[in-house]
């Protein structure tokens, strides 16, 4: 069951790539436990049985080191391209042009953070209180203002304010204030859907204390 609830957006997002040889390893052994304590008949068939089980165990097995080994050649070849994605390009411009007291918003936090050396507040909601996760992200404007973001910077979907891996209709808890962002510097590199993109976020006119 935890299986299929888990599925939904995380089987093929690749950011997620850590966890689904974990699951597929959880589910196969809970398979094989169930399988080797349910009762079985004595004699021919019971051996037969037995045999099954281990034979889909064993395939079972062979399957998630097959999928974990896939996996960890893919994220060598995207770590390859690392340099030219547009996370680093936008971290290494708020690093280059953002004043040192910037406060920077990003949904990426980790990667921004990182290479930005700039303080970055996660917009995740998976760092923050509960609070946040509860009510404060679906009011970002007031979310911003309290904690006094000045800038947003991330990789962002050209054709809107929609940043990258955010699943949840986002732009809608930021739509009201979208006056409040001016854009400052973009760049759209060739080979990727995403943006590089910084904005500045008025504080003065949300009234902020």
Partial sequence: MYGLVYHGWYSFTSWYYTAQPLIAALITGATAEWLWSASTPAGAQGRRLRLLARVLVLAACCAVAVATVSSARKLRQIQARFWSWPLYRAATWARDNLPAHARVGAWNAGIIGYFSERQVVSLDGLVNTRRYFESEQYDLCAYWDKTGI????????????????????????????????EVLWSERLDGHPWEARAYRFDRVAGGAK
């Fill in 150 to 181: 000045t800038h947003l910077v991330d990789s962002f979907d050209p054709g809107s304010a929609k940043a990258e891996a955010v699943t949840l209709p986002v732009p809608d808890f930021y739509a009201r204030c979208m006056n409040r962002l």
